[in-house]
């Protein structure tokens, strides 16, 4: 099969567009035949190496894959060929305590397809059968595809780790990057209000159709004191702050 691979880590001139053996599946795997792959920041790091220890060489990145059914494991018996899916990028035991309490990323044999596994640079892969899931009509492969890491990322802050409730306020940094931009979405879903941050006017209109109540530009305006006026004084009940550094302070002060 055709596929994108690195041989050895570095920048962007490591990677080869070649012929790569075509992957085996075993009876728990499902074989997938790739119909769109997004690209993730976790790919730039797989590729200069970080934690390299973890990834096996020549790789294969792309963690948010969707595609067809092309070939089922002996003792995968609720997927079927030509079934359109997506696959959920975390692989882990499913029996430890992690596991059981919805902490499967902390779980010792957990794993990202396409970082510590070959993944969706290429025209096949294999995943275990636990890890695909069926695309609904109104989705296309390039929408499933665009899902998978940052609308995880998105709800873990947002449900598991601040819940996040109705009619809270909830401020989301950078809401024109993936993960920004699937917080809004998480967050609207659960009916609360969105103050949402770009870093220019262009996407003020997308974060608005995306569902922010309020669109402020991190560039040009103090956030925490746009944030108190729009929010009456009371400030926000959660910040979204995917950041680091840079905007801790601000978030503390909101
Ligand atoms: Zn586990």
Redesign the pocket.
Known sequence: MKAVRFHEFGGPEKLQFEEAPNPKIGPTEVLVKVRACALNHLDIWARRGTRSERIPLPHISGSDISGEVAEVGSLVIEHSNAEKVLIVPGI?????D??SNGW?SL????KIIGYETQGGYAEYVAVPGTNILPIPDKLSFEQAASVPLVFLTAWHMLVTRARLVPGETVLVWAAGSGVGSAAVQVAKLLNAKVIATVGSETKIDKAQKLGADFVLNHHTQDVPSEVKRVTNGRKVNVVFDHIGEATWEKSMKS
Do not use: N
């Open positions: 882990s035991c499913g029996i430890c992690y596991c499967d779980c010792e044999s957990y």
